[in-house]
């Protein structure tokens, strides 16, 4: 086997009424760096020394797939580095899981197209709209129906991107616990009506009505902020320095703003002084989505 190098980006999903459809890979990464070994060996900033390599997340992911193609991992030696907080609505989760997909792709020779990573990832996560993105670049609208992902990637956006991560965890399992099992029509309809209008206002590049409408949500928004910490004052003083619209990152605690392009430095200045305990940075939409070199 010769080494290779797996990327996988952050992703930041839903973009307000996008809910488990719409997601933006972002410029944190997730890597991997393979070589055939001895013995197995697997460092990890989540892996302290006395745990097993076995209970790791990735490794268990790469040997499911594996198992599934009905072949085991040949014995490596992982070394992951990551950028990308865990638990926090940057699609930690996904990227991992598409870290170990691809772990398995390569290391057993599968030989797996971009479709087979999507539905594995997907089938994994639940939903597409973090494993998509983080899996192609970009923005990705997709849907699950049945067992069937469409998806499409969006042009580029002009746009800049603000995150405010603070430095507590929520797991996207609790987040999901709040939302309501079911919604009435009148309430999906309005609802899938922003979503619409979120879409093609992204589309057509009209940022104004894009972020006014993110705001509006009604799938998830209104039921998780009470989980997100100053979540009224971030949208507030965001838009006061200029941002089109601020909404949850996945299922949060993370936030991100939609700014016009080069106003991000005015928002994240003042919202750092005003946020002392969470890191705020202009952030970049990857475009490449997972890669890997040999
Ligand atoms: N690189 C990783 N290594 C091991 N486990 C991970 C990794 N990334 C994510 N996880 C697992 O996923 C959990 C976070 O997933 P989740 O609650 O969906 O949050 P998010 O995907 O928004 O970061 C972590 O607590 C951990 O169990
Ligand atoms: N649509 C999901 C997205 C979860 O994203 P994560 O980054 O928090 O894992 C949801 O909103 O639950």
């Known amino acids: 086997m010769r080494p290779f190098r797996i990327s996988v980006p952050a992703s930041s999903a839903n973009i307000g009424p996008g809910f488990d459809s719409m997601g933006l890979a972002v410029n944190l990464y997730l890597t991997l760096e393979v070589t055939e070994s001895e013995k197995w060996e697997f460092t990890s900033p989540s892996l302290s020394s006395n745990d097993n390599f076995q209970d790791h997340f990735i490794f268990q992911i790469a040997a499911k797939i594996a198992e599934r193609h009905q072949t085991t991992l040949p014995v490596c030696k992982v070394i992951e580095t990551s950028e990308i907080p865990l638990a926090r609505g940057l699609g930690s989760s996904a990227s991992a899981i598409l870290a170990g997909i691809?772990?398995?792709?390569?290391?057993?020779?599968?030989?797996?197209?971009?479709e087979d990573k999507l539905q594995y990832g997907t089938e994994i996560e639940g939903h597409p709209?973090?494993?998509a993105p983080a899996l192609f670049g970009g923005l990705i609208i997709s849907t699950l129906t049945g067992n069937e992902i469409n998806w499409l990637q969006?042009?580029?956006?002009?746009?800049?991107?603000?995150?405010y991560i603070p430095n507590t965890e929520l797991k996207t399992e609790a987040a999901r616990q709040v939302l309501p099992?079911?919604?009435?029509?009148?309430?999906?309809?309005?609802a899938s009506g922003i979503s619409n209008l979120v879409v093609a206002s992204l589309l057509a590049g009209d940022y104004e009505l894009?972020?006014?409408?993110?705001?509006?949500d009604m799938f998830h928004e209104s039921y998780r902020s009470a989980l997100i910490p100053n979540y009224d004052q971030i949208?507030?003083?965001?838009?006061?320095?200029?941002?089109?619209?601020t909404v949850i990152s996945g299922a949060g605690p993370t936030m991100i703003s939609f700014a016009p392009k080069g106003e991000g430095p005015a928002i994240t200045e003042p919202l750092q002084a005003i946020l002392p305990d969470y890191h705020v940075s202009v952030m970049?939409?990857?475009m490449q989505g997972l890669t890997v070199e040999q």
């Open 235 to 245: 949208r507030k003083e965001a838009k006061f320095y200029g941002a089109y619209g």
């Open 210 to 216: 894009a972020g006014k409408m993110m705001e509006k």
């Open 284 to 286: 970049k939409i990857d």
């Open 154 to 163: 969006a042009p580029a956006l002009d746009v800049d991107l603000v995150i």
């Open 181 to 190: 099992d079911s919604y009435t029509r009148e309430h999906a309809a309005a």
């Open 102 to 114: 691809e772990l398995a792709n390569q290391a057993c020779d599968l030989h797996l197209s971009s």
């Open 129 to 131: 709209d973090n494993i």
